[in-house]
């Protein structure tokens, strides 16, 4: 939860920042086989739009985070990171991603805000389909060996 107005208003400033870099990025599609996964069109479908609801803001339109992400601010935060299978998002399993997406990212001394309460946990799974859905095919195999562990 936001502490104070300045954190709100720092959170909101943010966003702006965000949805101007959005503006200027290229929109990129995506032709993976969604028989091969573990989600179904319909879960995909409803992620996407929960995505671009909850999550776009900060992780990009199509998950692909801000250019700057590996350097922190001058508060010491480090800006939202591609989930779109160019970070480190898919060296964790389903349950790490839904525990990160359920309790947001303060436990790690990050600024994410979690989203219980807000998103069931049906609804944060889709979010997560949505994301992976970007994974190219071999990333998204390379995840499949660690989520099995
Ligand atoms: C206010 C900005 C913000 C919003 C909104 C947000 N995130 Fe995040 N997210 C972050 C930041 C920043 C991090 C890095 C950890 C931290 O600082 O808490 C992060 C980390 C993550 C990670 C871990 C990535 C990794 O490489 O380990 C996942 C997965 C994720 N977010 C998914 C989501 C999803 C799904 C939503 C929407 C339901 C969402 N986030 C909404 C800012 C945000």
């Known amino acids: 939860m936001l502490k104070s107005k300045n954190a709100l208003t720092r959170w909101a400033l943010s966003i702006a ?3 101007v ?3 200027c990025s290229e929109t990129q599609s995506t032709a993976t086989d969604v028989s091969a996964r573990w989600y179904t069109p ?8 929960i995505f671009a609801e909850n999550c776009a803001a900060c992780h990009g339109a199509n998950g692909e985070g801000v250019s700057n992400w590996q350097t922190p601010d001058s508060n010491g935060f480090y800006p939202a990171p591609p ?3 160019t ?5 964790h399993s389903l349950a790490v991603l ?6 947001g990212g303060e436990q790690l001394g990050g600024r994410m805000p979690g989203f219980q309460g807000r998103l069931t946990e049906l ?4 979010a997560v389909a949505a994301f992976q859905d970007y994974w190219p095919d ?7 060996v660690i989520d099995n562990r």
């Open 123 to 126: 609804e944060q799974r889709s």
């Open 138 to 144: 071999d990333i998204y195999a390379q995840w499949l």
């Open 42 to 49: 319909q879960q995909l479908a409803q992620g996407r739009a």
């Open 83 to 85: 989930v779109n299978g």
């Open 87 to 91: 970070a480190h998002a898919w060296h």
């Open 17 to 19: 920042t965000v949805s």
């Open 98 to 103: 839904l525990r990160t997406i359920n309790q």
């Open 21 to 23: 870099l959005l503006a």
